[in-house]
């Protein structure tokens, strides 16, 4: 087995490296005075008690002066206003009753009396309106041609005996033409003459009355003369 020797490396001296070292440095100083980085290193290293005591702590504020006292008003003094004085007489013009020289003369007219005031007319008040006509009244009728009522009959026992006279009857006609009742109004002094009318009037058929046009029950006179031929 073969051992293979490693060549020793060469010993720089003492001398040498701090004479490189120094050189070295001295580069390095120029070079950083060239370009501010010693400078930098100064003001880097430069320790924080000389800073504080560059750096002043700033004075304290003053206290702010005090408010001012509030005026108080003072009371205004009024002078007294100077007494009006007299006013002093004024000349007084006397009226001279001669009329001047050159004062034109004329001749006054009587003016025209004032037209008399014509007194207002006074209106009379609208007249209130007429009432409404009352409703026509048509009263019942019995001698209408198509009723065909027959005359009254005349008792023969009155013929015989000459009685004879005028009968008044008050006959309640109905809204449809028929007679309701009768009675007597105005007899002609005999029962039998009366009698017959009451037959009669109950016989007949009538027109009835109408109040504004329409048909209403109504009273109604009818007059008999029975007379001897």
């Known amino acids: 087995m073969h051992v293979h020797s490693i060549p020793a490396r060469p010993k720089i001296s003492r001398n040498t ?4 070292g120094v050189l070295l440095f001295h ?8 370009s501010g980085l010693i400078r930098r290193a100064v003001e880097i290293i430069v320790p924080a008690e000389v800073l ?7 004075a304290p504020k003053a206290p702010p002066p005090p408010a001012p006292a509030p005026k108080v008003p003072q009371p205004k003094t009024v ?5 009006p004085l007299p006013p002093a007489p004024q000349p007084v013009a006397i009226a001279d009753t001669t009329p001047a020289p050159a004062a034109p003369t004329g001749v006054s007219t009587p003016q025209p009396p004032a037209p008399p005031v014509a007194a207002p007319v006074a209106t009379a008040p609208p007249a209130p309106p007429a009432p409404p006509a009352p409703p026509k009244v048509e009263l019942p009728s019995s001698d209408a ?3 065909q ?4 009959a005349y008792p023969a026992i009155s013929k015989r005996l000459g009685e004879q006279g005028k009968v008044v009857l008050r006959v309640l006609i109905g809204a449809d033409g028929l007679p309701q ?5 105005q007899s002609s002094g005999f029962d ?4 017959a009318a009451l037959t009669t009037v109950m016989r007949w058929r009538y027109v009835p009355g109408k109040r504004g046009g329409i048909p209403e029950t109504m009273w109604f006179q009818v007059p008999l003369n029975f007379v001897l031929e």
């Open 17 to 20: 490296a701090v004479i490189g």
């Open 27 to 34: 580069a390095l100083a120029l070079w950083g005075l060239q």
């Open 52 to 58: 504080s005591e560059i750096i002043e702590p700033p």
């Open 79 to 83: 002078a007294p206003r100077p007494t």
């Open 145 to 147: 041609d198509y009723l």
């Open 149 to 152: 009522n027959p005359k009254p």
């Open 181 to 185: 009742k009768a009675e007597i109004k």
């Open 192 to 195: 039998r003459l009366d009698q």
